[in-house]
């Protein structure tokens, strides 16, 4: 069983930045891939990015590619996602996610362990 906590959302300006954290409980949290996915008002939950259980392989989708970072620290058990040249269109509930399998973890249907997410709003 792992639980995720998501922090460090909020209102940032347009070109701003923010850091997400994603604090995890279980024992086993070193042995997931994890991953950050968005959803915006209206539209479906999408895939941001994915971080393998070393932390040696990284994914991003287009969208944000070159402008966020995602990392883990598991002696910490956390994951953060940095996010740089904010855009409006990065607003959106922001939701951690774990799964044992990483080379799926694009796909939210078959996610784990959800964390209840945290809202960030990006002004123009």
């Known amino acids: 069983q792992v639980q995720l906590v998501e922090s460090g959302g909020g209102l940032v300006q347009a070109g701003g930045s923010l850091r997400l954290s994603c604090a995890a409980s279980g024992r086993t949290f070193s042995s997931y891939a994890m991953g950050w996915f968005r959803q915006a008002p209206g539209k479906e939950r999408e895939f941001v990015a994915r971080?393998?259980?070393?932390?040696?392989?990284?994914d991003y989708a287009d969208s944000v590619k070159g402008r966020f970072t995602i990392s883990r620290d598991n002696a910490k058990n956390a994951v953060a996602l940095q996010m740089n040249s904010l855009k409006p269109e990065d607003t959106a509930v922001y939701y951690c996610?774990?799964?044992?399998?990483?080379?799926?973890?694009?796909?939210?249907?078959?996610?784990?362990?959800w964390g209840k997410g945290t809202l960030v709003t990006v002004s123009s």
């Open positions: 996610a774990a799964r044992w399998n990483y080379g799926a973890l694009r796909d939210s249907s078959g996610v784990d362990y």
């Open positions: 971080i393998s259980w070393s932390g040696g392989i990284t």
